[in-house]
């Protein structure tokens, strides 16, 4: 692995980490509004293809950046597709 | 350019411009609260430092991808450290 490659995979671990705390704060918030509906579609489709590129390109850092924050942004989605924001009660249903 | 590095730009296209319509919503609800603040800081740094991979790589979908992506962070965090959300009057103009 060369210094370049050590480069990539950091900036992979930062980018992909970062979506930890995010998933943290959405959790908790149990918002996600101002999270852009158009971000979230975008994003995730381009996220999907980068792993492709990744894959064909045969860039350890990329495949595992993009595989890792695809699962994340499903955490993400869930929550902007399924919750009301914010909750106004800890009620699972509410009318 | 061959069939993946066509992949690799709708990918670079994909991810990037959808921070678009996500300073977009920003913009227009003036809050960012949704976002967290460390995923600003993990992925802002994260992406700075795919951009200097992409250099070191001569990978040109990723240095477009993430020197375009930086810029638009900077609304979003330009936004996140100023405004206070939401605003209680509605704003002047929107940019």
């Known amino acids: 692995?060369?210094?370049?490659?050590?480069?990539?995979l950091l900036a992979a671990t930062l980018t992909t980490a970062s979506f930890v705390p995010q998933v943290a704060h959405t959790v908790a918030s149990r918002s996600a509004?101002?999270?852009?509906?158009?971000?979230?579609?975008?994003?995730?489709?381009?996220?999907?293809?980068?792993?492709?590129?990744g894959l064909s390109t045969a860039s350890l850092p990329i495949i595992l950046a993009n595989g890792v924050t695809f699962l994340l942004l499903l955490v993400?989605?869930?929550f902007k597709f399924t919750l009301p924001h914010p909750l106004p009660e800890p009620a699972k249903e509410t009318a």
């Not at 692995?1 to 990539?8: K, L, N, P, Y």
């Not at 509004?33 to 590129?53: E, H, M, R």
């Open 1 to 8: 692995m060369d210094a370049f490659e050590v480069v990539g």
């Open 33 to 53: 509004k101002d999270i852009s509906l158009a971000w979230l579609i975008l994003f995730g489709t381009g996220i999907a293809l980068w792993f492709v590129y």
């Open 76 to 78: 993400i989605a869930w």
